[in-house]
């Protein structure tokens, strides 16, 4: 569920929005990117050098159309949209997917 | 093919050295920020002076580099990977022969952050990969750099659908420098730093060991801008040549004048690449869950400033009424002493004009609020009312054992200028 979108100031060629979710982030938003023939993610886990560290994602299609940002167990994620003819679709699409989340 | 992951990072002085060159993160506004401000001064001839340091450390380090094999399509490859690692973009060198031949791509750092950042230039804007490539023909093929020329006769900066790089044998058309000293590093000492419940060690090492992740077109778009690794010695050649340049056409003035405009592009790194950083998911992640206090946040952030391969800083004293940094081996210094010998005045202006901007984010413009880092917010942060200033107490390249930079708070000048907001004029 998204409780807030608020776009965020990005000096590149992006709109950048801050999704505010109805609860912490958890494997089930990597599991809906799974597939590896559609995106890359890649996960970093500090957590043997930072103990209260949460573990980073980023997620991307192998298009480059739009880059997730966030980190297990934060309430928020940030998504990236490239400005192109695809952007509305691109963004009502993965804003369907965070609102499916609990 | 290439990958930083292995050279390992040094942490006994903060530096990540790879064949022999120093490697140091910037974003694209620092990038294009300091180029353009030495550009813009019209009575000093740039162009050689960017090209011919691109291609200094360019020729250094792959001649170590690619050492390793005498095969051309391997050397080929590997500049072509490391290229892409730096952030820098995609080149394709396979139509390089020993006589050289053009490099045409879609995807350049420079020629893509200017436009992000100063709009369309009339003019190509990207000497450093002229001065890569030109050192990067010239070390695949066994070559003198003096022997080779290299020139951008198109630019995405200007509206072009394409960078064009053309690459020939002759006299070299950009500055060949004097061969630089080996460089000394000075001993780190044992110094005490306040008390903090950041460990400050363990978010160095989490964070030089993080990936930055490269795109399907060879940029690194993280923080909201693009980062690159690139040389230390690429930036300090460049902007020590134009120093004593300006020294040559005025004076101590000159060195005046120079200073300011480096100690700007050092607030615009804070401001852009460590004001990124404070707002980043990847920063709520690994280091906001030790943060209590407006110091914590400045521990913090020095402390992933050590990972960015600038040197050791030390954090002696930091308060609202001001902050000091003692810095071992920057890399401005130890850059500056390999090819000038000891300075007869401060040139640490990264960190000074960073540690300033740090201050003015941390205290005046509450960061932790995550505010949107925009030119407005710049200029309300930097140019208009108190604001700290930070000078060099202490410079490692004037034979110091040690960098120390003291930021106060300051009210503003009435002769300031605005550097940061007008558009490119090249």
Known sequence: MIRAAEKVYDCLHRERYRYTLGAAVDERLLAEY???????????????????????????PQDGGFLINGALGLDYVTITYLRDARMAATRAMQESLLARLP | MFDFAEFGYDFATNRLVVGGEPMVLHCHHYNCFLQRSIQDAEYIDSAPILV???AEVAFAQLTDLLSRTADVAARKATVEALYRACGLGLIDLGALTERGGDVR????????????KFGRSRTPVDFFSTGFLAGALAAIYGLPLADVQARQTACLSTGA??????????PANFRIFAQRQSPVLNPVA????????????????????????VNAEGLIAIFGLYLT?????????????????????????????????????????????????????????????????????????FAWWNACGYGLAKVIEVSATGATIRIYNDYESVGYRRMYGT?????????????????????????????????????RLFKRGRAYKARMTTCQAMGDPYTEIRAELAEPAADERRLEDARASV
């Open chain 1, 34 to 60: 799974a597939d590896t023939t559609e995106f890359r993610v890649s996960v970093y886990d500090a957590r043997h050098l930072l103990p209260q560290a949460r573990v980073t994602f980023r997620i991307e």
């Open chain 2, 52 to 54: 011919g340091g691109a």
């Open chain 2, 105 to 116: 791509t879609r995807s350049t750092h420079y020629s893509i952050g200017w436009k992000e």
């Open chain 2, 161 to 170: 659908t394409e960078d064009v790089f053309v690459l020939s044998r002759g």
């Open chain 2, 190 to 213: 044992d110094d005490a730093e306040p008390a903090t419940s950041v460990d400050r060690q363990a978010i160095t090492r989490a964070v030089a060991a993080m990936p930055l992740p």
């Open chain 2, 229 to 301: 690794r690139l040389y230390g010695n690429y930036y300090n050649r460049i902007s020590f040549a134009f120093e004593r340049e300006m020294t040559e056409a005025a004076g101590r003035q000159g060195v005046e004048v120079a200073a300011d405009l480096f100690i700007e592009a050092g607030h615009i790194c804070a401001f852009n690449t460590l004001g990124g950083i404070m707002t980043s998911p990847e920063w709520d992640a690994l280091v906001l869950p030790m943060l209590k206090t407006r110091e914590d946040w400045f521990h913090g952030i």
């Open chain 2, 343 to 379: 300075a007869d005045h401060g040139i640490s202006y990264l960190v000074t004009g960073g540690l300033a901007g740090v201050m003015n984010l941390i205290y005046l413009g509450d960061i932790h609020t995550k505010p949107a880092l925009t030119p407005e917010f710049y200029d």
